[in-house]
């Protein structure tokens, strides 16, 4: 239960908080003087807090809904934990009300934030096209670079796993589940470890770092 309660949280917290994100890179390249007063402290916090308690209580309210529901003789989980949806499959009831929460959740907690995702980066893409010198349009890009490698990584591996059709043969069924067995662990493993090292290459702090790290490397290759 705890294990399916934080994962589903952690997810659902993701998904807004890029949203959230894309509404910050869609503020600073289209409004650039006035994205302080826009995303003040007063702006940014609410924003996060917001993401972090919609996650955490939907994730509460999923989790209790799956818990009240009777197992039968099949308690063999097809994941690398206790996901929920693989969770619902071994249920021997009717898991109508669940559904029918998963599909609100999916419209707040997915789809909502794609569209924001989507619509922010078509109003970026504008922008960035308008800006008559190409180091500034270059400069403009990697401002939505780190987050818009994170949201492909992240919303395509989901994709993958959830939207794709299901296989109706048997050997062709069992090589899906090895498939979506990897998939899990790459968006429930990799991109989690991933993330910091996307965001932190933006950093001046770490490029200097890389650079002075590569340039030992060469010095001590030519030696």
Known sequence: MVQMFLSFAMAATECLLLG???????????????????????????????????????????????????????????????????????????ISINVISMAGSNLIGLVIPLLVIFISYIFIAATILRIPFTEGKRK?????????????????????????????????????????????LFYGVMTPMLNPLIYSLRNKDVKAAVRKMLGRKNFSDGI
């Open 140 to 184: 403009a890009f990697s401002t939505c670079s780190a987050h818009l490698t994170v949201v492909i990584i992240f919303y395509g591996t989901i994709f993958f796993m959830y939207a794709k059709p299901k296989s109706k043969s048997s050997v062709d069924t069992d090589n899906q589940e090895i498939i979506e067995d990897f998939i899990s």
């Open 20 to 94: 959230m994100m894309a509404l910050d890179r869609y503020v600073a390249i289209c409004y650039p003087l006035r994205y302080p007063a826009i995303m003040s402290k007063g702006a940014y916090v609410p924003m996060a807090a917001g993401s972090w308690v919609f996650g955490l209580v939907d994730s509460m309210v999923q989790t209790s809904l799956a818990m009240q529901l009777p197992f039968c003789a099949n308690n063999v989980i097809n994941h690398f934990v206790c996901e929920i949806l693989a969770i619902l499959k071994l249920a021997c009831a009717d």
